[in-house]
């Protein structure tokens, strides 16, 4: 697998030179990134263990919740096809609003925005036994999960990793959120995308580690929409192909680099992954996965989970 991702970056690099093409030099830095993290993983123990440390917190602070803390590096296939994606949208966003095609530079631009590479989710869920007389359990559990969400920014940032700003206007900050950590989240609760997807997403940058993360939080419900209810990833990917696949608006030849990046989004969303071989994967369909190298599947790291205490203690 690396050894595909070195040459593929190579000759990515090789191409750039001789055409001059500056958006092929950064797909080829951006596969560096993944091979650094794939090859030179021990900062992984690092901030997982930092990041623990929230978990063992909640452990003490919210005894009755259940609740899973998850990570993942992102699949080497989806980041293939988000990064050529976002040049395909990019560019015919651009070419319908203003009738032009981007200059190599503002299309390179928009490629400096991955920050989820690696990524951790938070799913809490409230028992109905610790349910009050009356308390309706959606809304106990988003109280509960807006109440995390204001903390982790201070807890993680007394623990080597800064927060950064969410980019978005202050009307689409959350009321819910307190105000002094809204400018930093991204609440896809309060502004529930297609789909019905919900989760609060938070992008944080590891001073130790140096590089960006993101940290998700979720209730129980939400992340069932998100991976198996309508929102999740296999249907969100499909949605995709449409947005992505634009290429009855410009025509081939006038823009190289919309060109090459719609060809690779096509062979990727076309691939039959029961021919791949590739150690560490197989699959008998495009269904039916055994991933244990991060190819089409992100790589699992940093499962803990907390079975909310005295819960048994209160059902008969």
Not at 68 to 77: A, E, N, Q, Y
Request: charged content about 30%; some cysteine.
């Amino acid at each position: 697998m690396l050894k595909i991702l070195h040459q593929y970056s190579a000759d990515l690099r090789e191409n750039a030179k001789q055409t001059h093409n500056s958006i092929d030099t950064a797909h080829s830095n951006f596969l560096i990134q993944i091979i650094e993290m794939l090859e030179h993983n021990d900062f992984l123990t690092s901030q997982s263990n930092r990041i623990k440390e929230l978990y063992k917190y909640m452990t003490v602070q919210y005894p009755y919740l259940a609740f899973t803390f998850k990570g993942r590096i992102k699949s080497l296939i989806r980041a293939e096809e988000k990064f050529n994606g976002y040049i395909v949208e990019y560019i015919y966003d651009y070419f319908r609003d203003n009738g032009k095609l981007p200059i190599e530079t503002e299309v390179k631009s928009k490629l400096q925005c991955f920050r989820d590479l690696v990524a951790y989710r938070i799913v809490i869920s409230l028992p109905k036994c610790h349910l009050k007389d009356g308390e309706d359990r959606e809304e106990a559990e988003l109280k509960l999960l807006y109440e995390v969400a204001d903390i982790l920014p201070d807890f993680l940032e007394e623990r080597g990793f800064t927060a950064e700003l969410s980019g978005l206007s202050e009307s689409e900050h959350s009321a819910r959120l307190s105000e002094k950590v809204r400018p930093y989240y991204r609440d896809y609760i309060a502004n529930s995308r297609p789909f019905g997807y919900q989760s609060l997403h938070i992008t944080l940058y590891d001073n130790f580690a140096r590089c960006y993360t993101e940290v998700q939080l979720r209730t129980k419900d939400m992340d069932d929409n998100a991976e198996i209810g309508e929102a999740n990833h296999f249907g969100y990917e499909k949605r995709q192909e449409s947005s992505r696949t634009r290429r009855e608006a410009i025509p081939e030849g006038e823009c190289i680099w919309f060109d090459e990046a719609y060809e690779r989004v096509r062979k990727l969303q076309e691939i039959d992954l029961s021919k791949v071989d590739v150690n560490m994967f197989r699959a008998a369909d495009n269904f039916l996965i055994n991933d244990g190298c991060g190819l089409f599947r992100g790589r699992q790291i940093l499962p803990f989970e907390h079975l909310s205490r005295f819960q048994n203690d209160l059902i008969d």
